[in-house]
């Protein structure tokens, strides 16, 4: 007599159910909505508020970012999110604008600031240009970070202030960025 023996065997499959925040989702330009990891894992995500994240990134698209005046030629800059300003902000200390940068990008504050120092426009420009690389470092850092663990994210008030990771903070000279939110716009408000 033989006796048979089939192996019928189940697998286990692990799903994590994550969400995003809306403005995640909103700059997220197609992210995917599940992934497999190495190890099998299914990550199913899904929008904290998908009708939030839907009324915030039509907002988002009504504001113009940048806007050519067609008569003057002059730019204006917008950000309405922290990445915005980072966008500006680079761009701006590629083509050396520090003129964008002081009348549209700063905060009032930050411009009350160097409005009192004895020669705080040339300062500022000063600033600019002899940390141009190293603020670019770390800015480009702090943007491509984020998803990363490399950035922490805290709030104080009105300001929102992004700062790099103890574990690769030492390779910049610039650690810190701040922003605040003035009337429906967020400026820069800090660099440290």
């Not at 089939?6 to 499959?13: A, F, R, Y």
């Not at 300003?85 to 050396?96: F, G």
């Amino acid at each position: 007599m033989a006796l048979l023996f089939v192996g019928v065997g189940c697998q286990t499959q692990t799903v994590e159910y994550r969400s995003r925040p809306s403005w995640q989702t909103a700059l997220s330009n197609g992210l995917p909505s599940e992934q497999v990891r190495e190890d099998g894992t299914v990550m199913k995500y899904s929008s904290a508020n998908e009708h939030s994240s839907q009324a915030l990134q039509e907002y988002l698209n009504s504001i113009k970012l940048e806007e050519t005046d067609e008569v003057t030629g002059e730019l204006t800059l917008r950000a309405i999110l922290p990445d915005h300003v980072l966008k500006h902000l680079l761009t701006c200390l590629r083509d050396r604008s520090w003129n964008l940068i002081y009348e549209q990008l700063i905060s009032s504050t930050m411009k009350q600031y160097y409005s009192q120092l004895e020669d705080g426009r040339e300062k500022f420009d000063s600033f600019f240009i002899s940390n141009r690389r190293e603020l670019a470092k770390a800015l480009q850092q702090i943007r491509g970070g984020m998803g990363f663990g490399d950035v922490f994210t805290s709030e104080n008030g009105k300001e929102i202030i992004y700062t790099l990771s103890s574990r690769i903070a030492s390779d910049y000279k610039f650690k810190s960025i701040s922003f605040i939110r003035e009337n429906e716009f967020l400026k820069l408000h800090s660099i440290e």
